[in-house]
Nanobody, 115 residues
């Protein structure tokens, strides 16, 4: 069982920055893929960025060159640095992890970008 806890959401003006963090806990050895998804009101949950244990990354086109995902394998943490935020980035951001082929989700953290 993997328990994910996010932190770092909040309210920021357009053009600003936020950093999200997620810590995984439980009787775990090493998590394969970790990442972030988001869900805006009335929309489906969508991929933001993922990173493998080998640090290969994949980003949604809408966040490339603005967001950076990183992880600490020893601590089982994953961070998302978000720069040049736009109002359309407003959403609940969910931490995501795959462990032994099972997907786990955090409770979500709200990010609101005002224009």
């Amino acid at each position: 069982q993997v328990h994910l806890v996010e932190s770092g959401g909040g309210l920021v003006r357009a053009g600003g920055s936020l950093r999200l963090s997620c810590a995984a806990s439980g009787n775990i050895f090493r998590i394969n893929t970790m990442g972030w998804y988001r869900q805006a009101p009335g929309k489906q949950r969508e991929l933001v960025a993922i990173i493998t244990s080998g640090t290969n990354t994949n980003y949604a086109d809408s966040v490339k060159d603005r967001f950076t995902i990183s992880r600490d394998n020893a601590k089982n943490t994953v961070d998302l640095q978000m720069n040049s935020l736009k109002p359309e980035d407003t959403a609940v951001y969910y931490c995501y992890a795959v462990y032994y082929s099972l997907a786990y989700w955090g409770q979500g953290t709200q990010v609101t970008v005002s224009s």
